[in-house]
């Protein structure tokens, strides 16, 4: 199936720096959401977001819904080490989600 | 505490062999899903179901099999077609009333051939 645009694919942080990262589409979602791996588990849902332009947070984490709402854009503020994992978009146009490829975050040697 | 559980954690495989994947809800959900995902990479849809007895092939459905006799449970078998299983497989359920609810996923089987 169709996957989301989601850039960029891997980061290298280093604690304190703020991150951002976001996800397009060609295809209009009602629903944006951010999920977050960390390394040998599942995806855990960190924000949903149900209408265009709606600004969400949790915690240092803050995501958008773009007003066009084929985009969505997740920032994290003063990252620490155990912001490390790979971040998923997700699309909801109805039952199903469409994935993102993932954004990895990893710490700066 | 309502969940999703995958067993075992850690699979290993002869070439040639069968092997089935365990996966229980008991979140009431109707909707399951399996996902392959291979070091490094996104998540890629193998097969779903939103309805017990009733299962339709994602995007990477060749060399796997599944059932949905129940509502709770969603088995995956990997069989000897699949020539590259080697992989991370995750479960997720999700319900069908719409609400923007996204998917709980379990916490995933990593299966080795060896």
């Known amino acids: 199936g169709q996957q989301l645009n989601q850039s960029p694919q891997s980061m290298f942080i280093q604690e304190g720096e703020d991150v951002s990262m976001n996800c397009t589409s060609s295809?209009?979602?009602?629903?944006w959401l951010w999920y977050k791996q960390d390394p040998g588990e599942g995806p855990v849902l960190l924000i949903a977001?149900?209408?265009?332009?709606e600004l969400t947070s949790n915690g240092r984490l803050t995501a958008q819904f773009g007003i066009t709402r084929k985009d969505s854009f997740l920032n994290i503020s003063a990252s620490i080490p155990s912001d490390v994992g790979i971040y998923f978009c997700?699309?909801?146009?109805?039952?199903?989600?469409?994935f993102g490829g993932g954004t990895r975050l990893m710490v700066k040697p | 505490d309502g969940g999703i559980t995958q067993s075992p954690k850690y699979l290993f495989r002869k070439e040639g062999q069968n092997v089935t994947l365990s996966c229980e809800q008991n979140l009431n959900h109707d909707a399951m899903y399996w996902y392959r995902q291979d070091p490094g990479q996104g998540l890629r849809l193998i097969y779903y179901s939103q309805i017990v007895n009733d299962f339709q092939k994602g995007d990477i459905a060749e060399g796997y099999s599944v059932s949905r006799e129940k509502k709770e449970s969603f088995p995956l078998t990997v069989t000897s077609a699949q020539k590259n299983p080697t992989a991370f497989y995750l479960c997720?359920?999700?319900?069908?009333?719409?609400?923007?609810?996204?998917?709980?996923f379990g916490s995933g089987t990593r299966l080795t051939v060896v």
């Open positions: 997720a359920s999700s319900t069908t009333r719409g609400g923007g609810y996204g998917y709980t």
């Open positions: 997700a699309g909801q146009p109805g039952n199903m989600l469409t």
């Open positions: 295809s209009i979602f009602n629903t």
């Open positions: 977001l149900y209408k265009a332009g």
